[in-house]
Antibody
Framework: EVQLVESGGDLAQAGGSLRLSCVAS????????MNWVRQAPGRGLEWVSY????????YYADSVRGRFTVSRDNDKNSLYLQINSLRAEDTATYYC?????????WGKGTTVTVSS | QSVLTQPPSASGTPGQRITMSCAGS????????VSWYLQLPGTAPKLLMY???QRPSGVPDRFSGSRSGTSASLAISGLQSEDEADYYC???????????FGAGTTVTVL
């Protein structure tokens, strides 16, 4: 079964850090670009970051650039999102999504809650 | 404020046809294909349409998509109660060098 499973979401203090993970299974992870998308409570979807298959191309939304770092380990079929300098507005469910000219596979999400 | 503009709501009765729009600009919809996502409450989004008008396997042909100029649209024919959900459009923006979403349209079946 094609699957993405996120983890690492937690309750964290403003100014703190978290590392989110996304493990892929059921498909060749190393040949797919990947993305992170988030959704704040009661709000719409917001694209966060993109990483190409080798990690040579990386893009970020303006709202997270400089604080978030996306990376991947193809040997471990894993995608990561390092979140630093947490802000209240980072409170959201974070989804990883496979990039296949659209986001055709999504995980169930992991929840980050930032307290001040 | 989302880069892509979607109406906040759309509604119809069972069996009816409804459409929803997604308006952008030359740097996004005007230059790149659009995909659509459906999200039921409390669940992850699901791909509904890609490359403007192509349906992934499993998506019924009641759903159709199109793109013209700097706008795209999604139509649902033969509206059913299970179509009640939030619908989001998305595409790449050449100026922002990132993906952009619309704020979503909530579909209600009356």
């Amino acid at each position: 079964e094609v699957q993405l499973v996120e983890s690492g979401g937690d309750l964290a203090q403003a100014g703190g850090s978290l590392r989110l993970s996304c493990v892929a299974s059921g498909f060749p992870f190393s040949i797919h670009d990947m993305n992170w998308v988030r959704q704040a409570p009661g709000r719409g979807l917001e694209w966060v970051s993109y990483i190409s298959v080798t990690g040579s191309s990386i893009y970020y939304a303006d709202s997270v650039r400089g604080r978030f770092t996306v990376s991947r380990d193809n040997d471990k079929n894993s995608l990561y999102l390092q979140i630093n300098s947490l802000r209240a507005e980072d409170t959201a469910t974070y989804y990883c999504a496979r990039d296949n000219l659209s986001w055709d596979v999504w995980g169930k999400g992991t929840t980050v809650t930032v307290s001040s | 404020q989302s880069v892509l503009t979607q109406p906040p709501s759309a509604s119809g009765t069972p069996g009816q046809r409804i459409t929803m729009s997604c308006a952008g600009s030359n740097s996004n919809i005007g230059s790149n294909t659009v995909s659509w996502y459906l999200q039921l409450p409390g669940t992850a989004p699901k791909l509904l349409m890609y490359n403007d008008h192509q349906r992934p396997s499993g998506v019924p042909d009641r759903f159709s998509g199109s793109r013209s100029g700097t706008s795209a649209s999604l139509a649902i024919s033969g509206l059913q109660s299970e179509d009640e959900a939030d619908y989001y459009c998305a595409t790449w923006d050449d100026s922002l060098k990132g993906y952009v979403f619309g704020a979503g349209t909530t579909v209600t079946v009356l």
